[in-house]
């Protein structure tokens, strides 16, 4: 179930002044991240940036209480970019069974990040979202009396 959605947009101007501060980095990215941005244009570490703060806005909570290294951003082996929950945010996260689903897109200029808060429970993920669809609906049925050209069959 969805529980929250969370966007940002960032000038990528804007990060490469912070990126040049040692006290700004390590307020703000993981090693990991840092280690993933080292061979990376500037946007992409933009786009991690704008991922956590749609994350946590996804949640409703801000950075209150934690800070933005807390919330990691890794990449899979496609490169699909997904929330790693530390620290005190994770606390949050677990608390309120969320996971997040992301994406994160960037021009030259600027980058824009979407995350949506979903609750992580065993219903949530196996049960369909309408339960009162079912595989022999109604709907279902009715699509099966139609031919491939599109005229009513028997």
Same mark, same amino acid.
């Given at each position: 179930?969805?529980?929250?959605?969370?966007?940002?947009?960032? &000038?990528?101007?804007?990060?490469?002044?912070?990126?040049?501060?040692?006290?700004?980095c390590s307020k703000i990215f993981?090693?990991? &991240?840092?280690?993933?941005?080292?061979?990376?244009?500037?946007?992409?570490?933009?786009?991690?940036?704008?991922a956590k703060e749609a994350a946590?806005?996804?949640?409703?909570?801000?950075?209150?209480?934690?800070?933005?290294?807390?919330?990691?951003?890794?990449?899979?082996?496609?490169?699909?970019?997904?929330?790693?929950?530390?620290?005190?945010?994770?606390?949050?996260?677990?608390?309120?069974?969320?996971?997040?689903?992301?994406?994160?897109?960037?021009?030259?200029?600027?980058?824009?990040?979407?995350?949506?808060?979903?609750?992580?429970?065993? &219903?949530?993920?196996?049960?369909?979202?309408?339960?009162?669809?079912?595989?022999?609906?109604?709907?279902?049925?009715?699509?099966?009396?139609?031919?491939?050209?599109?005229?009513?069959?028997n």
């Amino acid at each position: 179930m969805i529980i929250g959605l969370g966007t940002d947009i960032l &000038e990528t101007a804007r990060m490469a002044r912070g990126m040049q501060s040692q006290r700004f980095c390590s307020k703000i990215f993981t090693e990991g &991240e840092l280690m993933y941005c080292s061979n990376k244009p500037l946007e992409s570490a933009a786009g991690l940036f704008a991922a956590k703060e749609a994350a946590v806005k996804a949640i409703g909570t801000g950075f209150t209480g934690f800070w933005p290294c807390d919330v990691e951003i890794i990449h899979d082996a496609n490169e699909k970019p997904m929330v790693h929950p530390l620290g005190v945010f994770k606390e949050i996260c677990d608390s309120k069974q969320v996971i997040f689903q992301i994406s994160i897109s960037h021009t030259k200029d600027f980058v824009i990040a979407a995350a949506v808060a979903e609750r992580d429970t065993y &219903e949530s993920r196996f049960k369909p979202a309408n339960a009162k669809y079912r595989s022999g609906s109604r709907r279902r049925n009715r699509a099966a009396h139609f031919n491939y050209d599109g005229k009513r069959g028997n």
